[in-house]
Nanobody
Framework: VQLQASGGGLVQPGGSLRLSCAAS????????MGWFRQAPGKEREFVGR????????FYADSVKGRFTISKDNAKNMVYLQMNSLKPEDTAVYYC????????????WGQGTLVTVSS
């Protein structure tokens, strides 16, 4: 499975941004897709996930109510809608995927930088 994230950029505090992740390859093997982020000088942090076969989502407390993950199975796309952005949301955001039976995030995209600053 190959993952290609895009949509990062510079946004002002309180603004919105939508990240996209294009999946290709053995899509049939995917069970869950998600997003992680890594801020400068900090450890990588889980953001949220969505099941490939349903609409079930789960979010980290730090983004709950502000971020929304959605998908388009027909286009093999996953999205991360980010609203009410804060400077502490500044990070490189990674699209990830977990195949059925794995229990771990086996596939990672290259990351896209989101900078929240005035």
């Amino acid at each position: 499975v190959q993952l290609q994230a895009s949509g990062g950029g510079l946004v002002q505090p309180g603004g919105s941004l939508r990240l996209s992740c294009a999946a290709s390859g053995s899509i049939f093997s995917i069970n869950v897709m998600g997003w992680f982020r890594q801020a400068p000088g900090k450890e990588r942090e889980f953001v949220g996930r969505i099941r490939w076969s349903s609409e079930y989502t789960f979010y980290a407390d730090s983004v709950k109510g502000r971020f929304t993950i959605s998908k388009d199975n027909a286009k093999n796309m996953v999205y991360l809608q980010m609203n009410s952005l804060k400077p502490e949301d500044t990070a490189v955001y990674y699209c990830v995927a977990s195949p059925a039976g794995s229990g771990s995030w086996d596939y990672w995209g290259q990351g896209t930088l989101v900078t929240v600053s005035s």
